[in-house]
C-alpha cells in the first residue's frame, strides 16, 4: 500500500487531478449503471409481473411506453454529473451537455412513438379513448403520417440543438416537397379520395351504386383506384379522386323504393267513373302486403292534351331490385285489370296532323 501511495505521490499533480476526475467519472457512470439495473430490479420487474396478473391491459402500456425513454434520460443525467466531476473544459462540456440534451429528445420521441402505438392500435380503443370513429383501414396512414412527423420533429430539434441552421434544410424541403408533390399529383389525389370513401363510405364493397356516366356493383376499393362490375358485366377502373368528387346514388342504401306512374284516362270517361277508378286503384294499393300504407297517393291532377291525368305514388318495401320490379309489375297489371272492369280505355298519345 505504501508502495502504490509513493508511486501516486511521484505522479504529476495535474495529471493526477485529471486520473482522478476519469475515475471518479467512471465510477459515477457505473454508479447510474447499476442504479438503472437497480430500478429495474426494484421497480421496473415487480411492476410487470403485477401487470400481468392484473384484467386491464392499460398497465402494460404505460410500462412499455415509460421504461426505454426512462433509461435514456438515467443516460443523459449521469453525463452530466460525470462531466461536472471531471471538471472539463468549456468545449467538453458544450459537447456533453448537447449530447445529453440529445438523448433527452430521443426519450421524448419514443415516448410519443409509442403513445401512437397504444391510442389507435384499433378503431374501437381510438373511439373509447378519444369519441373519435376512424375507419380501420385508415388507422395504418394515421400511424405512420404521425410517426413521421414525430421524427420530422425531433431530427430538426436534434440538428438545432448541436447550432446548425436548418431554416436552409426546411427551405431545401419545402421545394423538393413541392416537386414531389406536381409530379405525384395525380397519386396524392388519389389517395386523398381514398381516404375520403374509407372515412365517408358513401358506399362499400359489394354495394350497387351509380356516378356520372358509371353504373355496377363495387367490387374493391383499392388506395388509387375503386373497380365497378356494370350491369352489362364490363369491367371499370375509376380513379378515387374522379369518384369522391362526383355525386354518388348508392341503389343498395334503399330502405324502400318508389312506385310512380301518372295514368291518362280517355276523355270519354265520366266524372264517377274517374271516382271509381281513384277508389279501387286507392284500395288495391292498400291491400299489397309490401305497400306502405301511409304513402298511398292517388289522385286527378290535370287535363291532360290527350285525357285525364290521376297520379298514383307510394312507397314500395322492398329495397331488391328485381323483388321491386316484381311488385310494380304486378301493381300495373292489377290497374289494367280495373281498368278493364270499369270499361275505361288509357288516352294514347295524340298528334295533330
Keep these: 500500500m505504501d508502495e502504490i501511495t509513493s508511486v501516486w505521490n511521484r505522479v504529476p499533480p495535474d495529471l493526477r487531478d485529471n486520473l482522478t476526475r476519469i475515475v471518479l467519472a467512471i465510477v459515477v457512470l457505473a454508479l ?12 421496473v420487474r415487480p411492476l410487470h409481473a403485477f401487470a400481468k396478473r392484473t384484467q386491464s391491459g392499460w398497465d402494460d402500456v404505460v410500462l412499455d411506453i415509460v421504461t426505454t425513454p426512462t433509461r435514456l434520460v438515467i443516460i443523459a443525467v449521469g453525463l452530466l454529473i460525470g462531466a461536472e466531476i471531471m471538471n472539463v473544459d468549456v468545449t467538453t462540456s458544450v459537447f456533453v451537455v448537447h449530447l445529453a440534451r440529445v438523448f433527452i429528445i430521443i426519450a421524448v420521441l419514443l415516448a410519443a412513438y409509442q403513445i401512437v402505438d397504444a391510442l389507435a392500435p384499433t378503431s374501437n380503443r381510438l373511439f373509447r379513448l378519444t369519441g373519435m370513429t376512424i375507419n380501420e383501414r385508415l388507422l395504418p396512414f394515421m400511424r405512420t403520417a404521425i410517426k413521421l412527423i414525430l421524427i420530422a420533429v425531433a431530427l430538426v430539434i436534434i440538428i438545432q440543438e448541436w447550432g446548425y441552421d436548418v431554416s436552409g434544410l426546411v427551405a431545401g424541403l419545402g421545394l423538393g416537397g413541392l416537386a414531389f408533390s406536381l409530379a405525384a399529383k ?6 386523398f379520395g381514398f381516404t375520403t370513401i374509407v372515412s365517408d363510405q358513401p358506399f362499400m364493397v359489394g354495394e350497387f351504386i351509380k356516378s356520372n356516366d358509371i353504373e355496377g356493383t363495387v367490387e374493391h376499393v383499392g388506395i388509387r383506384s375503386t373497380r365497378i362490375r356494370q350491369p352489362d358485366q364490363s369491367y371499370v377502373i375509376v380513379p378515387n379522386s374522379k369518384l369522391a368528387s362526383s355525386p354518388i346514388l348508392n341503389w343498395s342504401r334503399l330502405s324502400k323504393r318508389w312506385y310512380n306512374t301518372t295514368l291518362r284516362v280517355n276523355y270519354s270517361a265520366t266524372r264517377q267513373d274517374i271516382v271509381e277508378l281513384m277508389s279501387r286503384i286507392r284500395a288495391m294499393l292498400a291491400a299489397r302486403e309490401q305497400v306502405q300504407a301511409d304513402s298511398i297517393i292517388v289522385n286527378f291532377i290535370n287535363f291532360g292534351d290527350n285525357g285525364f291525368e290521376i297520379l298514383v305514388r307510394c312507397y314500395v318495401n322492398l329495397s331488391d331490385w328485381p323483388s321491386f320490379t316484381n311488385e310494380r309489375e304486378t301493381v300495373n297489371l292489377e290497374i289494367m285489370r280495373i281498368f278493364e272492369e270499369l270499361g275505361l280505355k288509357i288516352a294514347f298519345p295524340g298528334h295533330a296532323i
Design 32 to 43: 447510474f449503471w447499476l442504479l438503472r439495473r437497480l430500478l429495474a430490479a426494484l421497480f
Design 186 to 191: 395525380d397519386t396524392v389525389e388519389n389517395l
